[in-house]
């Protein structure tokens, strides 16, 4: 292999691209900091920096949102929905993936689980708003049920397509031995899974924290927000005080902006994994 | 022994697919059935048979949005997939600090894209017209936002800035497949600078150029984080994507009936296209 110079032109064009990404980060944690007074209209009244870097934003934006009560709704919808995909689609991945091919029934429902794919929420969403209500589920456990059915295709057609890799031995040799398919899954199967539980749990994460839709139809009417939802719904609290907003926007972006900087890697990966398979 | 294995099989399968029945299968089906109704949401309705899809290919307002959606999913694409391509070649060249620009160009897609949206809105209505105004562009003094002309061309912005983070990635990952010595004996061959890309780098990532067009086109479609965010349709039902309408419409529009008819036909749309692209993509693959 020949050792290359770096590439100047490639190094200039990405920092100059990096402006296109900093800049409304920026412009986002600026305006979150400042007073309307300093506001002028004149464009550096806008984009320079704060007189003073107070919290009082954010403590206003926390009270009008009720922003904990959100971030408590979004953290619990998110790991209980993670967590139930990974038992859920990973048994459904192993049953499917273990016999469609030399079972008619197996093989049906796999194709008929994955189609699924191909189902844009639009045309679920009145029919699920009338059924969710009619069902009591017009609530979190509604909306997580909805996620559990909603990215099963996804990670369905992900863990079947693992299993492949995983040779039938450990399993007969399991079996040799007087364990019943259930344990053998749990004690062998499924933690060997584990670098596809890491895509499907980053998959499913990013997913459900950052959705507006399902909350939308689902929680309408209750008082109950996600993250996503309060900025929607407060919208007009925020009124001209583009300052409060912004801290709203910005307090609400933190907690992911928190979980990609420790697990960036992991989530890279993940999310190549997910597209490529 | 081996009946224990079936037994187990069905008892893991059968609840999980009652499951996926109750809240995919049936809402899919009372979505058709809802679309040979009048029903406005709520209180009684009566059958009309095909009268809503009649209805629907004559209704000016959805065959706006569909011409939306799909200019914005067309555009959008050509757009993402150049700039990704770009970024992912200059991503992988000899570049330092590699792993922070790869980092950092992937930061958008993380974000959520309604408060992305929101952001962008402010960008759009504050700051690029006063940046107009110092450079004494006149077309640009007013809010893109706000004139139907160019309203889609703020939110066709906002969803490359989030989805071009993700096709660079992928991208990487496609030119990380290909080994060094393709280009060592092509560049024997004289292929280097565009025709190397052309004539060997391109042909060998054509799998993930496939994703990424699938993967686009399929989530321009369904947009509708963005509209909510940066216009809600306006101005003058210029920007009304597909999804916004059948949302905006059918749940609190009193057209339950006639929207279920849009998302029924909408569906067909995206099966059709995701086939058509499938198999169009299947014959284009070059192995090595």
Redesign the interface.
């Known amino acids: 292999?020949?050792e290359?110079?770096?590439?100047w032109p490639?190094?200039i064009?990405?920092i100059l691209?990096?402006s296109?990404?900093?800049f409304?980060l920026y412009?986002?944690v600026i305006?979150a900091f400042k007073q309307p007074s300093e506001m002028t209209?004149?464009?550096s009244g806008?984009?320079s920096l704060p007189k003073v870097w107070n919290f009082d934003n954010f403590r206003e934006a926390m009270r009008v949102t009720d922003f904990w009560h959100s971030l408590r709704n979004s953290l619990l919808i998110t790991l209980v929905a993670v967590g139930l995909s990974l038992a859920?689609h990973s048994?459904?991945g192993?049953?499917?993936g273990?016999?469609k091919a030399k079972s008619k029934f197996?093989s049906f429902?796999y194709l008929?689980?994955v189609s699924?794919m191909?189902?844009?929420?639009?045309?679920?969403?009145?029919?699920?708003?009338?059924?969710t209500a009619e069902l009591g589920l017009a609530n979190w456990v509604g909306v997580i049920?909805?996620y559990?059915?909603?990215y099963?295709p996804m990670n369905v057609l992900l863990y079947s397509g693992y299993l492949v890799n995983i040779p039938m031995a450990l399993e007969e040799a399991a079996?040799v031995d007087g364990a019943?398919?259930?344990t053998t899954y749990w004690k062998i199967i499924f933690p060997i899974m584990r670098p596809m539980h890491a895509t499907v749990a980053v998959l499913t994460a990013?997913a459900v924290?950052?959705d507006?839709?399902t909350p939308?139809?689902i929680l309408?009417g209750s008082d109950q927000n996600t993250?996503?939802l309060a900025?929607?719904n407060f919208?007009s609290q925020f009124g001209t005080n583009?300052n409060l907003?912004?801290a709203s926007?910005l307090l609400?972006?933190i907690p992911?902006?928190i979980?990609?900087i420790v697990c960036?890697k992991q989530?890279?990966n993940g999310?190549?994994n997910g597209?490529?398979k | 022994m081996k009946n224990e294995r079936k037994r187990t099989f069905l008892l893991i399968t059968i609840p999980i697919l009652a499951l996926f029945v109750c809240f995919n299968t049936i809402p899919l089906i009372r979505g058709v059935i809802y679309s040979f109704t009048n029903f406005k949401g709520f209180g009684s309705y009566s059958w009309v048979g095909f009268r809503n899809y009649i209805d629907l290919f004559s209704d000016a307002r959805v065959g706006k949005s569909y011409l939306f959606t799909f200019k914005l999913a067309i555009v959008t694409t050509v757009v993402v997939n150049v700039i990704s391509l770009i970024l992912a070649l200059a991503l992988n060249s000899k570049i330092r600090a590699k792993s922070f620009f790869r980092g950092t160009y992937f930061l958008p897609n993380i974000l959520g894209a309604l408060v992305v949206g929101y952001i962008f809105n402010y960008f759009f209505t504050y700051i690029l017209p006063a940046l107009a105004s110092i450079l004494g562009s006149e077309s640009l003094s007013t809010s893109i936002l706000s004139n139907p002309d160019s309203a889609w061309f703020g939110i066709m912005v906002v969803c490359s800035w989030q989805a071009i983070a993700m096709n660079t990635i992928i991208y990487i990952s496609g030119l990380q497949t290909v080994p060094e010595d393709v280009y060592e004996a092509g560049g024997l061959d004289g292929a280097t600078g565009f025709k190397q890309f052309r004539y060997l780098t391109f042909p060998l990532i054509i799998p993930f150029f496939s994703i990424n067009m699938v993967l686009c086109v399929k989530n321009f479609l369904m947009v509708f984080d963005q509209i909510m965010a940066l216009t809600k349709g306006g101005p003058a039902q210029s920007t009304e994507s597909i999804s916004y309408l059948i949302y905006n419409n059918g749940m609190s529009g009193g057209q339950f009936g006639f929207q279920s008819a849009n998302a029924v036909v909408f569906f067909i749309v995206i099966v059709a296209v995701s086939v058509a692209q499938m198999k169009f993509s299947g014959k284009k693959e070059e192995q090595l």
């Open positions: 292999m020949i290359r110079k770096t590439n490639a190094m064009l990405l691209g990096l296109t990404i900093i409304p412009l986002t305006i209209n004149s464009i806008i984009l859920v048994l459904m192993y049953a499917l273990r016999n197996y429902v008929f689980i699924g191909f189902v844009p929420f639009a045309i679920l969403m009145m029919p699920l708003a009338k059924q049920l909805l559990v059915v909603f099963m079996k019943s398919t259930w990013l924290w950052n507006v839709m939308l139809v309408a993250l996503p900025q929607l919208q583009y907003a912004f926007y609400s972006l992911i902006l979980f990609y960036q989530i890279l999310v190549v597209a490529v």
